[in-house]
Protein backbone atom coordinates (compact mmCIF):
# COMPACT_ATOMS: atom_id res chain seq x y z
CA UNK A 1 0.00 0.00 0.00
CA UNK A 2 0.98 3.38 -1.04
CA UNK A 3 1.56 5.69 2.09
CA UNK A 4 -0.36 9.14 2.18
CA UNK A 5 1.53 10.45 4.87
CA UNK A 6 3.39 14.08 4.22
CA UNK A 7 6.15 16.06 5.90
CA UNK A 8 6.26 18.79 7.65
CA UNK A 9 8.53 20.24 5.08
CA UNK A 10 5.16 20.32 2.99
CA UNK A 11 3.85 22.96 5.66
CA UNK A 12 6.83 25.42 4.44
CA UNK A 13 5.38 28.39 4.04
CA UNK A 14 2.37 27.73 5.99
CA UNK A 15 1.07 29.89 8.90
CA UNK A 16 1.23 28.38 11.63
CA UNK A 17 -0.18 29.91 15.28
CA UNK A 18 1.32 27.91 18.51
CA UNK A 19 -0.41 29.04 21.94
CA UNK A 20 2.03 28.50 24.89
CA UNK A 21 4.90 27.78 22.67
CA UNK A 22 7.34 29.34 25.05
CA UNK A 23 8.13 26.39 26.77
CA UNK A 24 7.12 22.52 27.12
CA UNK A 25 5.57 21.00 24.70
CA UNK A 26 4.23 24.64 22.71
CA UNK A 27 7.96 25.00 22.42
CA UNK A 28 9.13 22.00 20.84
CA UNK A 29 5.83 21.82 18.56
CA UNK A 30 7.13 25.77 17.31
CA UNK A 31 10.41 24.72 17.17
CA UNK A 32 9.31 21.19 14.82
CA UNK A 33 7.85 23.58 12.66
CA UNK A 34 10.05 26.78 12.17
CA UNK A 35 12.54 23.96 11.76
CA UNK A 36 10.42 22.80 8.54
CA UNK A 37 10.08 26.15 7.42
CA UNK A 38 6.72 27.24 8.55
CA UNK A 39 6.01 30.89 9.47
CA UNK A 40 5.25 30.43 12.96
CA UNK A 41 3.11 32.89 15.12
CA UNK A 42 3.81 31.94 18.84
CA UNK A 43 1.04 33.16 20.48
CA UNK A 44 2.29 33.39 24.57
CA UNK A 45 1.84 35.51 27.78
CA UNK A 46 5.55 36.22 27.84
CA UNK A 47 6.76 38.16 24.50
CA UNK A 48 10.38 39.26 25.97
CA UNK A 49 10.63 34.97 26.11
CA UNK A 50 8.51 34.68 23.20
CA UNK A 51 10.87 36.74 20.96
CA UNK A 52 13.88 35.13 22.55
CA UNK A 53 12.64 31.83 21.17
CA UNK A 54 11.85 33.22 17.85
CA UNK A 55 15.50 34.35 17.36
CA UNK A 56 16.65 30.58 18.56
CA UNK A 57 13.93 28.77 16.35
CA UNK A 58 15.24 30.85 13.42
CA UNK A 59 12.88 31.29 9.98
CA UNK A 60 10.00 33.51 9.94
CA UNK A 61 7.96 33.75 13.43
CA UNK A 62 5.75 36.35 15.01
CA UNK A 63 5.17 37.12 18.46
CA UNK A 64 1.97 37.83 19.96
CA UNK A 65 0.79 38.57 23.57
CA UNK A 66 -2.13 36.26 24.71
CA UNK A 67 -2.82 35.56 28.16
CA UNK A 68 -5.92 32.64 27.51
CA UNK A 69 -7.29 33.98 31.52
CA UNK A 70 -8.08 37.15 29.86
CA UNK A 71 -10.68 37.40 27.26
CA UNK A 72 -10.11 41.20 26.91
CA UNK A 73 -6.68 39.58 25.91
CA UNK A 74 -7.80 36.98 23.75
CA UNK A 75 -9.71 39.17 21.87
CA UNK A 76 -6.87 41.13 21.19
CA UNK A 77 -4.28 38.60 20.13
CA UNK A 78 -6.92 36.96 17.38
CA UNK A 79 -7.28 40.86 16.18
CA UNK A 80 -3.48 41.63 15.85
CA UNK A 81 -2.59 38.46 14.10
CA UNK A 82 -4.41 39.40 10.39
CA UNK A 83 -4.71 38.00 7.37
CA UNK A 84 -5.38 34.04 6.87
CA UNK A 85 -4.12 30.93 9.47
CA UNK A 86 -3.26 27.77 7.88
CA UNK A 87 -3.05 25.55 11.17
CA UNK A 88 -4.07 26.99 14.88
CA UNK A 89 -2.48 24.38 17.79
CA UNK A 90 -3.98 25.11 21.08
CA UNK A 91 -1.45 23.82 23.10
CA UNK A 92 -1.53 26.25 25.72
CA UNK A 93 -2.49 24.67 29.10
CA UNK A 94 -2.21 25.04 33.08
CA UNK A 95 -2.55 23.26 36.50
CA UNK A 96 -4.54 25.00 38.43
CA UNK A 97 -2.84 24.51 41.87
CA UNK A 98 -4.94 27.01 43.76
CA UNK A 99 -8.33 28.01 43.47
CA UNK A 100 -8.50 31.40 42.08
CA UNK A 101 -10.49 33.45 39.25
CA UNK A 102 -10.16 34.70 36.47
CA UNK A 103 -10.14 38.64 35.35
CA UNK A 104 -13.13 37.67 33.83
CA UNK A 105 -14.74 35.82 37.17
CA UNK A 106 -13.95 32.08 35.78
CA UNK A 107 -12.55 29.32 37.95
CA UNK A 108 -8.80 29.38 36.75
CA UNK A 109 -8.30 25.77 35.17
CA UNK A 110 -11.91 26.07 33.03
CA UNK A 111 -11.12 29.56 32.04
CA UNK A 112 -7.34 29.42 31.05
CA UNK A 113 -7.77 25.76 29.19
CA UNK A 114 -11.21 25.96 27.81
CA UNK A 115 -12.95 29.38 27.44
CA UNK A 116 -10.10 31.20 26.44
CA UNK A 117 -8.82 28.69 23.45
CA UNK A 118 -12.76 28.35 22.99
CA UNK A 119 -12.96 32.16 22.34
CA UNK A 120 -9.53 32.73 20.66
CA UNK A 121 -10.41 29.68 17.78
CA UNK A 122 -13.84 31.18 17.33
CA UNK A 123 -12.35 34.42 16.58
CA UNK A 124 -9.57 33.13 13.98
CA UNK A 125 -11.79 30.45 12.46
CA UNK A 126 -13.36 32.65 9.71
CA UNK A 127 -9.93 32.76 8.41
CA UNK A 128 -8.55 29.42 9.19
CA UNK A 129 -7.97 27.73 5.97
CA UNK A 130 -6.65 24.13 6.75
CA UNK A 131 -6.86 22.64 10.27
CA UNK A 132 -7.03 23.11 14.33
CA UNK A 133 -5.47 20.62 16.71
CA UNK A 134 -6.14 21.19 20.36
CA UNK A 135 -4.54 19.46 23.15
CA UNK A 136 -6.72 17.36 25.38
CA UNK A 137 -5.41 15.02 28.16
CA UNK A 138 -6.53 11.81 29.38
CA UNK A 139 -7.39 13.80 32.67
CA UNK A 140 -10.47 13.69 31.17
CA UNK A 141 -11.34 10.07 31.98
CA UNK A 142 -11.64 10.44 35.54
CA UNK A 143 -13.47 13.79 35.43
CA UNK A 144 -17.72 14.82 35.26
CA UNK A 145 -18.69 18.30 33.99
CA UNK A 146 -22.08 20.03 34.36
CA UNK A 147 -21.87 23.25 31.80
CA UNK A 148 -24.28 24.74 34.23
CA UNK A 149 -21.62 24.51 37.17
CA UNK A 150 -18.16 24.89 35.48
CA UNK A 151 -16.97 27.10 38.32
CA UNK A 152 -17.21 24.74 40.98
CA UNK A 153 -20.14 26.66 43.03
CA UNK A 154 -21.98 24.35 43.41
CA UNK A 155 -19.29 21.33 43.46
CA UNK A 156 -16.34 20.18 45.48
CA UNK A 157 -13.18 21.95 44.23
CA UNK A 158 -9.79 20.61 44.53
CA UNK A 159 -6.70 20.70 41.75
CA UNK A 160 -7.35 17.36 40.13
CA UNK A 161 -11.08 17.89 39.98
CA UNK A 162 -10.69 21.43 38.39
CA UNK A 163 -8.03 20.37 35.80
CA UNK A 164 -9.58 17.17 34.84
CA UNK A 165 -12.99 19.01 34.16
CA UNK A 166 -11.13 21.70 32.21
CA UNK A 167 -9.57 18.86 29.70
CA UNK A 168 -12.91 17.09 29.88
CA UNK A 169 -14.40 20.55 28.55
CA UNK A 170 -11.70 20.72 26.17
CA UNK A 171 -12.54 17.07 24.58
CA UNK A 172 -16.62 17.93 24.21
CA UNK A 173 -15.62 21.44 22.53
CA UNK A 174 -13.74 19.32 20.09
CA UNK A 175 -16.31 16.98 19.62
CA UNK A 176 -18.73 19.50 19.47
CA UNK A 177 -16.33 21.69 16.81
CA UNK A 178 -15.81 18.53 14.58
CA UNK A 179 -19.73 18.05 14.10
CA UNK A 180 -19.71 21.86 13.24
CA UNK A 181 -17.41 21.68 10.71
CA UNK A 182 -18.76 19.07 9.21
CA UNK A 183 -22.47 20.19 9.13
CA UNK A 184 -20.78 23.82 7.49
CA UNK A 185 -19.36 21.78 4.97
CA UNK A 186 -16.06 23.53 5.69
CA UNK A 187 -12.96 22.70 4.47
CA UNK A 188 -11.34 22.83 7.79
CA UNK A 189 -10.68 19.99 10.18
CA UNK A 190 -10.35 19.61 13.80
CA UNK A 191 -8.51 17.03 15.91
CA UNK A 192 -7.97 16.73 19.66
CA UNK A 193 -3.84 14.95 20.94
CA UNK A 194 -2.89 13.37 24.41
CA UNK A 195 1.28 13.84 24.71
CA UNK A 196 1.20 11.38 26.96
CA UNK A 197 3.33 11.87 29.88
CA UNK A 198 5.91 14.40 28.96
CA UNK A 199 8.71 16.00 31.09
CA UNK A 200 7.16 19.40 30.33
CA UNK A 201 7.21 22.69 33.07
CA UNK A 202 3.23 22.16 34.21
CA UNK A 203 4.42 22.00 37.80
CA UNK A 204 6.46 24.89 38.03
CA UNK A 205 4.45 26.84 40.23
CA UNK A 206 4.89 29.21 43.06
CA UNK A 207 4.81 27.17 46.41
CA UNK A 208 5.42 23.61 44.59
CA UNK A 209 9.13 23.96 44.45
CA UNK A 210 9.55 20.74 46.27
CA UNK A 211 6.91 18.72 44.70
CA UNK A 212 7.93 20.41 41.29
CA UNK A 213 11.30 19.43 41.02
CA UNK A 214 10.38 16.02 42.44
CA UNK A 215 7.46 15.42 39.86
CA UNK A 216 10.14 17.42 37.07
CA UNK A 217 12.81 14.72 38.27
CA UNK A 218 10.69 11.73 37.33
CA UNK A 219 9.36 12.94 34.15
CA UNK A 220 13.22 13.58 33.14
CA UNK A 221 13.79 10.16 34.27
CA UNK A 222 10.73 7.91 33.01
CA UNK A 223 8.76 10.21 31.15
CA UNK A 224 8.88 11.21 26.90
CA UNK A 225 11.48 14.37 26.42
CA UNK A 226 9.60 16.91 24.85
CA UNK A 227 9.75 16.52 21.28
CA UNK A 228 7.99 13.22 21.97
CA UNK A 229 5.08 15.27 23.99
CA UNK A 230 4.62 17.10 20.48
CA UNK A 231 4.88 14.33 18.44
CA UNK A 232 1.05 13.34 18.91
CA UNK A 233 -0.24 16.99 17.53
CA UNK A 234 2.56 16.92 14.84
CA UNK A 235 0.83 13.57 13.67
CA UNK A 236 -2.15 15.08 12.72
CA UNK A 237 -0.42 17.61 10.61
CA UNK A 238 0.85 14.84 8.53
CA UNK A 239 -0.80 11.51 8.70
CA UNK A 240 -4.03 10.80 6.84
CA UNK A 241 -6.50 10.45 9.74
CA UNK A 242 -10.29 11.11 10.28
CA UNK A 243 -11.52 14.66 11.20
CA UNK A 244 -12.33 14.46 14.79
CA UNK A 245 -9.30 12.17 15.78
CA UNK A 246 -8.11 12.18 19.03
CA UNK A 247 -4.27 11.12 19.17
CA UNK A 248 -2.36 9.53 22.37
CA UNK A 249 0.69 7.35 22.88
CA UNK A 250 0.60 3.84 22.34
CA UNK A 251 2.38 3.19 25.98
CA UNK A 252 0.76 1.45 28.71
CA UNK A 253 -2.48 3.56 30.15
CA UNK A 254 -1.56 6.44 26.84
CA UNK A 255 1.28 7.39 29.59
CA UNK A 256 4.71 7.09 27.21
CA UNK A 257 5.24 6.07 23.75
CA UNK A 258 4.65 6.83 20.27
CA UNK A 259 1.61 8.75 18.41
CA UNK A 260 -1.70 6.66 17.92
CA UNK A 261 -4.72 7.04 17.81
CA UNK A 262 -7.09 6.99 20.61
CA UNK A 263 -10.05 6.18 22.03
CA UNK A 264 -11.68 8.10 24.14
CA UNK A 265 -13.88 8.07 27.30
CA UNK A 266 -17.78 7.81 27.27
CA UNK A 267 -18.13 11.15 28.91
CA UNK A 268 -16.13 12.55 26.18
CA UNK A 269 -18.47 11.37 23.52
CA UNK A 270 -21.85 12.73 24.73
CA UNK A 271 -22.81 15.00 22.03
CA UNK A 272 -25.98 16.44 24.01
CA UNK A 273 -23.31 18.04 26.75
CA UNK A 274 -21.09 19.04 24.02
CA UNK A 275 -23.55 21.24 23.00
CA UNK A 276 -25.21 22.27 26.73
CA UNK A 277 -20.99 22.97 26.91
CA UNK A 278 -21.17 24.88 23.52
CA UNK A 279 -24.08 27.09 24.48
CA UNK A 280 -22.79 27.91 28.14
CA UNK A 281 -19.17 28.87 26.36
CA UNK A 282 -20.79 31.34 23.81
CA UNK A 283 -22.44 33.26 26.88
CA UNK A 284 -19.81 33.19 28.87
CA UNK A 285 -17.28 34.65 26.63
CA UNK A 286 -19.86 36.53 23.94
CA UNK A 287 -18.24 35.09 20.86
CA UNK A 288 -20.53 32.63 18.98
CA UNK A 289 -19.81 30.01 15.75
CA UNK A 290 -18.59 32.26 12.66
CA UNK A 291 -19.36 30.04 10.02
Not at 82 to 97: K, R, S
Request: net charge neutral; hydrophobic share 40%.
Amino acid sequence: MVSTSTSLSDLAGARVVVTGATNGIGLATARSLADAGADVVLAVRDVELGAQRAREFGGTCQVVHLDLADQSSVRAAAAEIDGPVDVLINNAGMFPHQRRRTPDGFELGIGTNFLGPFAFTNLLLPRIRRQIVTVGSEAHRSASIDPADLDFERSRWNPARAYGRSKLAVMLWGLELDRRLRESGSSVTSMLTDPGWAASNISNKPGLGVIHRVAQGAANLLANDLDAGAAPTLYCLTEPIPPGSYVGVDGIRGLRGLPALAGRARVATDYAVAGRLWSEAEKLTGTSWPL
